[in-house]
């Protein structure tokens, strides 16, 4: 599992695209909310940690696609599926790399978008817990539906349909728990909720994901 | 127990569901005109609302089936899974459009109802966000199952689908009540509390309920009817063009 783990990292990191792309979006997200609603640091600084979650969502399903598409084409995926490493845990290890390639460089970028976006002093830090805590599930979530569509051609558009409704809840509570720790207001409630969709995440997906991988190798 | 699965059998399900869908559209044609008219012409309107309130004949049994439709696919779906039924699976395919039309009405009948009673079209209420957001777990769900070719892998992945969709469907539900306060009125049935609607509404709303509950059986009925009959011409001409090979 670690192998696999290293293996696709370093597919991420040398293939090209897959690494910087993700962030790269965001920055260009938050760069044009701003020619989008106008210049006031108020009215930003107001909606910067819904804007900023909104971005990290989009950043995350942008590469998707990758996950499983890739293996699924030249076969790697059945050599996985008949490896004593069980479905399961390629499942994750495959999200774990993901959420290494796309959701940790967003939290750890959140800051600085967060100040280009005029969110000073402790919203920067609740932007960036909330990510951290929620972005894990996003790679989760996202690998389920990557896994639903493997087989399908050009299955990216659809990708985006079934994910998205799935990521409601996430993004609910994080960007609740980065609004309210914004601006000062109690944000223990959203943020166990959101560590409780991640955990809940992290230990069921993988067993639909792994059985949608099998139906679409079958 | 092994003879009510003999009910799924493709067969037997053409020949019963035959014999049982000319008395029951009947049936589900006279409920819901009863309901309906008796709501529509003969209740009193209402204090406050004026004659805006009979829309509730068709709102609430049409949001009350979009809630049971989606209910009724994920145990279908199960079915599929577990016991590899065909007909079960067709039904689940048949019921998702039913239920997204069953959607669109009760959020087509809620807007013509807020823009007079909340002075607004829409509002980012739990109820109303919630319902968009199973009217968007209908699409995905449609959207799959005419993206797959493999008819078996299309029925195994919707029913993923169908399964993981229900539990983080309800818990949007609960998670947009934390989001938003709500503008929307409380349950107007339900079981175990005191009723919020008076009982010269009571009655036909019931009435039309029980018709929507028909209506669906019936038009599910239909459409699972044809679904199989689709994949009987369709495994016909497979096997025609295996003879002329």
């Known amino acids: ?218 | 127990m092994n003879r009510f699965w003999e009910f799924a059998n493709p067969v037997r399900f053409m020949s019963w569901s035959g014999r049982l869908l000319p008395p029951l559209t009947a049936l589900a044609a006279l409920t819901l005109t009863v309901g309906l008219v008796w709501g529509f012409f003969f209740t009193p309107q209402a204090e406050n609302f004026g004659s805006t309130v009979k829309i509730i004949y068709v709102h609430v049994p049409a949001a009350a089936m979009a809630i049971n439709i989606w209910i009724m696919m994920l145990v279908t779906s199960l079915i599929w899974l577990i016991r590899r039924h065909h007909v079960s699976a067709l039904a689940a395919r048949s019921a998702a459009l039913i239920g997204l039309t069953m959607t669109v009405i009760a959020l087509g009948t809620g807007m013509v109802w807020g823009e007079p009673m909340w002075g607004t079209w829409w509002a980012w209420d739990p109820r109303l966000t919630s319902f968009l957001v199973l009217f968007l777990f209908y699409l995905g769900y449609m959207a799959l199952w005419a993206a797959i070719e493999d008819p078996d892998t299309a029925a195994d992945l919707t029913s993923v689908l169908a399964i993981v969709g229900s539990v983080f469907a309800v818990l949007s539900r609960y998670a947009v009540n934390f989001w938003n306060q709500g503008l929307h009125q409380g349950a107007s049935l339900s079981l175990d509390k005191e009723e919020h609607v008076a009982d010269v509404y009571w009655v036909p709303l019931v009435i039309a309920l029980v018709g929507f509950g028909l209506l669906f059986v019936a038009l599910l009925l239909v459409r699972t009817r044809s679904e199989v009959r689709r994949r009987r011409t369709h495994a016909l001409e497979m096997r025609e063009r295996m003879a002329d090979a």
């Open chain 1, 1 to 218: 599992m670690i192998a696999l783990l290293i293996r696709d990292l370093r597919l991420a990191v040398r293939a090209g695209g897959g690494f910087g792309l993700g962030l790269a979006f965001f920055l260009i997200v938050t760069i044009l909310v701003p020619f989008g609603v106008g210049p006031e640091g108020a009215i930003l600084a107001r909606i910067a940690p819904g804007i900023l979650w909104l971005g990290a969502l989009l950043a995350c399903l942008l590469s998707l696609d990758r996950v499983f598409q890739l293996d699924f084409e030249d076969g790697t995926l059945d050599l996985l599926a008949t490896s004593p490493v069980p479905m399961e845990g390629v499942v994750l290890v495959k999200a774990l790399a993901h959420w290494l390639t796309t959701g940790l460089p967003l939290v750890a970028a959140a800051p600085a978008f967060a100040m280009l976006m005029q969110l000073e002093g402790p919203g920067q830090y609740w932007l960036m817990l909330t990510l951290a805590l929620g972005t894990p599930a996003l790679s989760m979530i996202g690998a389920f539906g990557a896994a639903l569509t493997v087989g399908i051609r050009r299955g990216g558009l659809l990708l985006s349909l079934l994910v998205l409704p799935l990521y409601v809840p996430t993004l609910i509570f994080g960007a609740e728990a980065a609004r309210r720790g914004a601006e000062g207001i109690a944000a223990g409630t959203p943020l166990l909720l959101l560590a409780g969709i991640t955990a809940g995440s992290l230990a069921l997906i993988p067993f639909a994901a792994a059985a949608a991988i099998r139906m679409n190798l079958r």
